[in-house]
């Protein structure tokens, strides 16, 4: 009878030690996973910080090797950050802003899917989307302006609704699209309505001459 006791109380005593064990190894791996996240966001961070100083570099370096220099550094920068975090929507804004920069086009227009496409979208501020919805539509219509030009104006008519009507980049660029459909009036009225905003815009300007009185 004692010795049963003393089996049954060692077996307890096993079972709760085991289950001790179990309970703190995952503890631990849980907090190695957070840590490891909190590392990895950190570490994407820096690479998202250093690929926009050097997207920064690319646009304001008026010679050409040197520009496509930066933009290829930016672009690298932008996959170390997309190694890190592959869902990260600045990430795929990064890389998408240095291959347009590059002239790779249709690239760009994929980045800058996944982009808005990914789960994580929605952490990008309003005004962070707005501005990808614009430079989605610019590339729709460099890589294809026949077949995605519908798309493009539902990507600008989508920013300007997000902006308010205060994103004169994107009037102009639906005014563009507007009249390669061939629809004057709606055109012209993107086109004041830019150039109310941005009375020095030389891109509302040459629209409201090219479509005339």
Known sequence: MVKEMMLRVAILILTLA????????????????????????????????????LLSRARSN?????????????????????????????????????????????????????????PQAKSLSEVERENALVKRAELKVAVNRRRRIESAVE???????????????????????????????KAKESFERAFQLEPDSIKARNGLDRLGP
């Open 18 to 53: 085991i289950v001790y064990i179990v309970h703190n190894l995952s503890k631990q791996a849980g907090q190695l996973r957070v840590r490891k996240r909190n590392r990895d966001t950190q570490q994407t961070n820096r690479h998202l910080i250093q690929g926009t100083r």
């Open 62 to 118: 008026s010679q050409r090797p040197q520009s496509v220099t930066h933009a290829r550094s930016a672009l690298i920068e932008a996959d170390e950050a997309l190694s890190l975090s592959p869902r990260d929507p600045a990430a795929h804004i990064l890389k998408a802003l240095a291959l347009d920069l590059m002239g790779h086009y249709t690239a760009a227009l994929k980045s800058m899917d996944s982009a808005l496409s990914s």
């Open 155 to 185: 990507d600008l008519v989508e920013a300007v609704r997000i902006s308010g009507g205060k994103n004169s980049e994107a009037l102009c660029v639906l005014g563009e699209c507007y009249e390669w459909k061939g629809m004057k009036d």
